[in-house]
């Protein structure tokens, strides 16, 4: 069974820096297309940012491109998304997400498997 856990949300300023951590176990994680996903409460949840499995293509959201960054380290199963320059509009539940399929994708029904979610805050 596929896990993943999310870390290192929290409550911030704006123009602050987080960065989000995702540990996955279970499966095969550099056969995974990872993404990261965001949704506010009565909307529904979007695509922020997504990484084949060894880096070779990173697409982001336009909302978030140059300020936010992923990574993923397939020695350790991880995938982390490093936020700067933090806005209000970027407070939501935070979602990592694997697809079981090399292939970046940005619907929410192409990930099968899903964190619970980290709370990112930001405040003006």
């Known amino acids: 069974q596929v896990r993943l856990v999310e870390s290192g949300g929290g409550s911030v300023q704006a123009g602050d820096s987080l960065r989000l951590s995702c540990a996955v176990s279970?499966?095969?994680?550099?056969?995974?297309?990872m993404g990261w996903f965001r949704q506010v409460p009565g909307r529904e949840r979007t695509f922020v940012v997504g990484i084949t499995p060894y880096g070779s293509t990173i697409t982001y959201a336009d909302s978030v491109k140059g300020r936010f960054t992923i990574s993923r380290d397939n020695a350790k199963n991880t995938v982390s998304l490093q936020m700067n320059s933090l806005k209000p509009e970027d407070t939501a539940l935070y979602y990592c997400a694997a697809r079981n399929s090399p292939q970046l994708l940005r619907r929410l029904v192409d990930y099968a498997y899903w964190g619970q979610g980290t709370q990112v805050t930001v405040s003006s």
């Open positions: 279970g499966g095969t994680f550099s056969s995974y297309a």
